[in-house]
């Protein structure tokens, strides 16, 4: 292939004030994080109240988590996404329509519908997996807990939620980085994350391959970060003789 | 103490309780044995209604099971267990272990729940692991822990579901040892056991049980002693485990 590299194409001027390229990536990265973690902080929630509710003796209760969860996985993520932002306002009570639609700015418009989509498509899946942590567990565990007079609310706080979330550190952590490069979803509502000011430099500069590759570094350094650092929490809650710690 | 009046239990289509009476009288220590799926297991469990059952009635210091005004969770804290696979808590110390429902279900103060859960842990010889975790101990002391936070809060009885049915030989008698302690000292005690030595030594009274039946309830002289009088499904089942 005979291809030119010029790497400093990201120094160079947007002709947008003092702007260069680079800033764009700096731009979109932090609109990619601030996707993903208050995402992540929305699933992260509402997963657990569902995992917890998939799992207590209420046919009605866990009837409702187990729905929740068999729709928002179904469906892919980005039908979600266009359902969210393109439908959605549009059943809303007109004035809070209009102030979506007009008000807001479009940027804004568009963060929150994906952090909601993002939150809640995530939730379903953070669900199962606090649902199987906490299945993973001994029966006998909740019966100990009874037997000592805790009332339910106390066993899963106390008792099942502690020891399930430490065994499901590693699939959350998968969730958590899905997350993040799901986030790119966003780029298709015209939310300036980091894919979506890649492909504006791509096409401002003709310097695809390089925008793709710096994209590409980012978020690979981005998810490696964030799993030492799960790795790290992992390690931190590690109890001594209950589970052992990334693979050791 | 504890008074089972003809307590019928089903899972579906199967009877696994038929017609369960007994009782269990202040200070007295009460063995139940019999056969694996005989029922004595789900017994015990309903005592403290960790299993329901759909018929009859079980009276613990006066307050019905079987009331659905009975606020079962306070019930409980009173009704002292230790399980087959011990159950502590993993995720916690041993000290935490021994103080947690102290402190969350009957409001003691951290110092008081200490204390006492230390006091308790010296009795049944651990005083060393107070700091260590459960996945740290071998079963024996594991169990030895369990009877403790059991103890901790002051029961009025204690329900044993085969408590040294899953430790090493090497390991039963130091449970059977706490166990014969809590019975001299006058605890009253329902144990489902197959240490028939443990039955001979401190029971009042043996109960046998074969296919969800109460098929004896006896005391130990006469069970152990007049093997003759009894039912033939009580004379294999002690030809068999008293045969070693």
């Known amino acids: 292939m005979d291809y030119n590299w010029d790497w400093g194409v990201f120094f160079k001027s947007t002709g947008i004030g003092q702007e260069i390229y680079l800033d764009w990536f700096v731009s979109g990265l932090g609109w990619t994080i601030a996707v993903a973690l208050i995402g992540w902080l929305i699933a992260l929630f509402l997963g657990s109240v569902l995992g917890v509710l998939r799992t207590v003796p209420n046919r009605w209760l866990s009837g409702l988590a187990t729905a929740y969860v068999e729709l928002f996985r179904n469906v892919p993520l980005l039908v979600q996404l266009f359902i969210w932002y393109f439908l959605i306002p549009d059943l809303l009570p007109e004035p809070i329509e209009m102030w979506f639609k007009q008000d807001l700015n479009p940027a804004t418009s568009a963060y929150l519908s994906v952090v909601v989509c993002l939150g809640l498509f995530t ?61 790119s979803v966003a780029s298709l509502i015209g939310l300036m994350e980091l894919l979506a000011q890649t492909k504006q430099t791509a096409e401002f500069t003709a310097n695809l391959f390089e925008a793709f590759t710096l994209a590409t570094i980012i978020y690979f350094t981005l998810n490696m970060s964030l799993m030492l650092l799960m790795r790290w929490v992992e390690k931190k809650v590690a109890v001594p003789g209950l589970i052992s710690v990334g693979g050791k | 103490m504890i008074s089972i009046k003809n307590v019928s239990k089903w899972y579906g289509e199967f009877q696994v309780l038929t017609d369960c009476t007994t009782e269990v009288t202040k200070g007295e220590v009460v063995v139940v044995c019999g056969p694996s799926g005989s029922g004595k297991s789900t017994l015990i469990k309903c005592v403290n209604a960790l299993e329901p059952f759909q018929k009859g009635d079980i009276v613990v210091d006066g307050t019905s099971i079987a009331d659905p005004k009975t606020d079962l969770p306070k019930l409980r804290s009173r009704v002292g267990m230790v399980f087959q696979h011990f159950e502590l808590f993993p995720h916690l110390s041993i000290t935490e272990n021994l103080t947690i429902a102290q402190m969350k279900v009957l409001g003691r103060s951290k110092e008081e729940a200490t204390d006492k859960g230390l006091k308790l842990l010296d009795r049944v ?39 040294t049915s899953a430790l090493d030989p090497e390991m039963v008698n130091e449970v059977l ?30 109960i046998f049980m074969d296919r969800g039946q109460i098929v004896e309830d006896c005391h130990k002289e006469e069970f152990f002693g007049n093997v003759d009088a009894r039912s033939d499904r009580a004379k294999q089942f002690l030809a068999k485990i008293l045969q070693h």
């Open chain 2, 125 to 163: 010889g651990l005083k060393a692991h107070a700091h260590k975790y459960p996945g740290q101990l071998s079963g024996g002391q594991q169990q030895r822990v369990a009877i403790a936070r059991a103890l901790a809060m002051d029961p009025i009885v204690m329900l044993f579901d085969e408590p």
């Open chain 2, 177 to 206: 040892d706490v166990m014969v302690q809590l019975a001299q000292e006058g605890m009253t005690m329902m144990c489902v056991t197959h240490e028939m030595g443990f039955a001979r030594k401190v029971a009042n009274r043996v």
């Open chain 1, 123 to 183: 939730a379903a899946r953070v669900c199962e997996q606090v649902r199987t942590g906490i299945q993973a567990l001994p029966k006998g565990q909740a019966a100990a807990a009874y037997a000592l007079g805790f009332k339910l609310p106390q066993i899963y706080s106390q008792i099942l939620l502690p020891q399930a979330f430490r065994i499901i550190i590693p699939p959350l952590t998968s969730e958590f980085l899905n997350i993040f490069k799901n986030s």
